[in-house]
């Protein structure tokens, strides 16, 4: 069975400065997709960045990219220039190729201080 | 716009009720999912659908059934309701033959159960 691990429940940055979120998973699949989705306090979820398995150029969506070690199954999250608007709880997921089942860690709950 | 919407946002029911959670979705997916989202456990696997009438059990499933009769509705069922499901449950669809599209997520719905 695939897992998902976020080490960090909590970080901070301060407003401008850059941070990068941990994420670790579990999986015997080849060919899989990761993702970051960022739950603000509305709760609405929002995908934040995507990465195929089988690319591999770390993704990259304006000021935040990832990098992917796929031999370390590693996949972290690094926000530049940090706003107030980024503070949320995010979370680090892993979607099957073979089944789709989406699968989500524990949530690292970012506060950026102005 | 893609659409998720779960039926309410607040619902405050007693111990051995049963109860329905209700999700529908415009986009004509195929996969929905339901999970539960609790402090320090993110969001965890209840049940996902990938098709009418199909089901399979995510990593929690005790407690719950699902019901899929027709493709934009995936109910979640507490069979005789407990104070240990007392959570947050999220719904979310995506498309099945494009394995690691973006998941669309409902607003959610704060169960408690007195």
């Known amino acids: 069975a695939q897992t998902v691990t976020q080490s960090q429940p909590e970080m901070s940055v301060q407003e401008a400065e850059t941070v990068t979120l941990s994420c670790t998973y579990d999986t015997s699949e080849s060919d899989y997709y990761l993702f970051w989705y960022k739950q603000p306090p509305s709760r609405q979820m929002i995908l934040v960045i995507r990465?195929?398995?089988?690319?591999?150029q770390n993704a990259t969506e304006n000021r935040f990219s990832v990098n992917f070690q796929k031999a370390a199954k590693s996949f972290s999250l690094k926000i530049s220039d940090s706003q107030l608007g980024d503070a949320a709880m995010y979370f680090c997921a892993y979607s099957s190729s073979n089944t789709g089942k989406l699968i989500f860690g524990q949530g690292t709950t970012l506060q950026v201080k102005p | 716009d893609v659409k998720v919407t779960q039926s309410s946002r607040y619902l405050v029911k007693r111990t051995g009720e049963k109860v329905f959670l209700e999700c529908v979705q415009d986009m004509d997916h195929e996969n929905m999912f339901w999970y539960r989202q609790d402090p320090g456990l993110g969001l965890r696997l209840i049940y996902f659908s990938y098709d009418v009438k199909m089901k399979e059990k995510g990593d929690i499933p005790e407690g719950y059934s699902v019901s899929r009769e027709k493709k934009e509705r995936f109910s979640l069922i507490l069979e005789s309701a407990s104070t240990n499901q007392t959570s947050m449950y999220l719904c979310?669809?995506?498309?099945?033959?494009?394995?690691?599209?973006?998941?669309?997520f409902g607003q959610g719905t704060r169960l408690t159960v007195v």
């Open positions: 990465q195929e398995a089988y690319k591999q």
């Open positions: 979310a669809s995506n498309f099945a033959l494009l394995y690691g599209t973006e998941a669309f």
